[in-house]
């Protein structure tokens, strides 16, 4: 079993930044993969950044790829989406999720094994 927490999410301006957090707990294994997905208001859960627990490489949706940066803290165990000049399109929900054995990181939410409650991220124009 896996864990998952988010926080960090908020009201904010276009063109500012928030990091998300998203603390794990439970069986998080160096083959596993954690996404950082994006559900906007009426729309299917999209794949933004994932990255690989044991070697940190990761991988970005294209249209976030300038402006998100995912990271990890093994110590903590706590993954981190820094999320840069923000557009009122990034509002919605972020969803942490674990993707506990795979030998890449895949962009299905099909694919991820467990998931946390979602932070909101709401910005304005």
């Known amino acids: 079993q896996v864990q998952l927490v988010e926080s960090g999410g908020g009201l904010v301006q276009a063109g500012g930044s928030l990091r998300l957090s998203c603390a794990a707990s439970?069986?998080?294994?160096?083959?596993?993969?954690m996404g950082w997905f994006h559900q906007a208001p009426g729309k299917e859960r999209e794949f933004a950044a994932g990255?690989?627990?044991?070697?940190?490489?990761?991988d970005y949706a294209e249209s976030v790829k300038d402006r998100f940066t995912i990271s990890r803290d093994l110590g903590k165990r706590t993954v981190y989406l820094q999320v840069n000049s923000l557009k009122p399109e990034d509002t919605g929900v972020y969803y942490c999720?674990?993707?506990?054995?795979?030998?890449?990181?895949?962009?299905?939410?099909?694919?991820?094994?467990?998931w946390g409650q979602g932070t909101q991220v709401t910005v304005s124009s």
């Open positions: 999720a674990a993707d506990v054995i795979t030998p890449f990181v895949r962009r299905s939410a099909d694919e991820y094994d467990y």
């Open positions: 990255i690989f627990w044991s070697n940190g490489r990761t």
């Open positions: 439970g069986r998080i294994f160096g083959g596993s993969v």
